[in-house]
């Protein structure tokens, strides 16, 4: 018989979802709208301490907005961090721009300040002032916001924060998404709350909100007929998978507690192997950061580890049923994106290189934490 499956981050489920969701079915608020809906983006806006929320489709949908509402064009440049999932940069090319990627710093493995700096500098000088900034939380960690921001009010350029990955995250006591001129949030299945697929939009500009609203419910203008000044997008998030979103940001403190505590539980494990001339590192948290630790991940050099690798660590894991995942190969090295500009040097690839992503889930039992570890200390073994 075959081990159960041990997911990277599958979804946690609490007790309320159900109730929001059989009360969309008894009130016959099946449609897309609704109480259920409006209450989420409360939720929302209450939590991230933001005026305004916009619950959507996706994250990537939320993405692709925010260029809309900034004024992204076709030609227009959009600087994005290049280690990161692709929706961060797939939207810039929806509207025909051209994404200028940033290489991250080693600590936070977050947007590099310097390099950004550079980006600004050269594209300023030669007239192509970006439309805007897109710096990703990575893994629930919170990229280094007051240089980011500095440098972004320095030369007149708005943030799209992507926080798709640290609701729960704080900034200087600040939440993730209520950092930058707009915030984009994710609710995809592995995501530390899910509504099974959804995102959400915040931020304190009442219009540019509004106008998301519109945009994601095709553009329809205020008429008895069907009449449409603008293009539209079928971007908004039905009632009942909002109901499932009340009901997860009843959880989202335990969840995040849970998360935390796995990164905890992993950070002991490894420095046991420390003492054993290894040498795996963690994404650390700097002053004034609190992350989510939406998912726990480790960098194992070979050099300082014994001729250990990631992928000695990850196949091993495979076969015992376990999942685990390579870091996020970073955008400039994607083939879609290789004709890209980019600042910095190679952090982002030796990250992608010795970068590993463990079972994260808050729903892991003691004895799924038993599995991983006796399959990691396996690994150990057999390079003795």
């Known amino acids: 018989m ?31 709208l609704g109480p259920h809906v409006n209450g989420f983006e409360e939720d929302l806006a209450r939590h991230t301490g933001t005026q305004h929320a916009a619950a959507l489709s996706s994250g990537t949908a939320a993405l692709h907005l925010a260029m809309i509402l900034l004024d992204v064009q076709p030609g227009d440049h959009v600087i994005c961090q290049s280690k990161t999932f692709s929706a961060s940069a797939n939207p810039i090319a929806y509207q025909g721009a051209v994404p200028v990627f940033i290489d991250s710093e080693s600590d936070t493995w977050n947007m590099d300040p310097n390099a950004l700096e550079d980006a600004l500098r050269q594209l300023d000088a030669t007239g192509k002032r970006p439309k805007a900034i897109v710096p990703v939380h990575l893994y629930g960690m919170p990229a280094r916001m007051q240089e980011i921001r500095a440098l972004a ?36 299945g592995n995501k530390i709350i899910t509504t099974s ?48 979103g009340r009901g997860q940001m009843q959880v989202l403190p335990a969840r995040v507690a849970a998360r935390r505590a796995n990164f905890e539980r992993y950070r002991i494990l490894f420095e046991q192997w420390s003492r054993e001339g290894f040498d795996i590192r963690f994404q650390e948290e700097q002053e004034g950061m609190q992350s989510n630790r939406w998912l726990s991940c480790i960098l194992i050099d070979p050099a300082t580890n014994h001729g250990l690798t990631r992928e000695h660590i990850r196949l091993a894991l495979e076969a015992q049923n376990i999942e685990a995942r390579p870091l996020w190969k970073p955008m400039h090295l994607q083939p879609v994106f290789e004709e890209a500009p980019y600042f910095g040097g190679q952090t982002a690839e030796r990250l992608f290189e010795h970068g590993l992503c463990l079972p994260s889930g808050s729903n892991l039992t003691d004895q799924d934490f038993e599995r991983v570890c006796s399959a990691l200390e396996e690994v150990k073994v057999q390079l003795a």
């Open 197 to 244: 697929s959804g995102g959400a939009l915040v931020g304190n500009d009442e219009a540019l909100i509004q106008k998301a609203r519109f945009l994601a419910t095709q553009a329809r203008d205020p008429a008895p007929h069907y009449q449409h000044s603008h293009i539209g997008y079928n971007y908004r998030l039905s009632n009942v998978l909002a109901g499932i």
């Open 2 to 32: 075959s081990l159960p499956k041990i997911w990277l981050s599958s979804p946690h489920m609490g007790d309320r979802e159900l109730t929001f969701v059989q009360e969309a079915f008894d009130t016959n608020w099946i449609a897309p």
């Open 153 to 188: 009010d320095r030369y007149g350029v708005p943030i799209i924060e992507d926080a798709a990955e640290a609701l729960g995250s704080y900034y200087n006591g600040v939440s993730c998404g209520a950092l930058g001129t707009l915030g984009v949030l994710s609710f995809n």
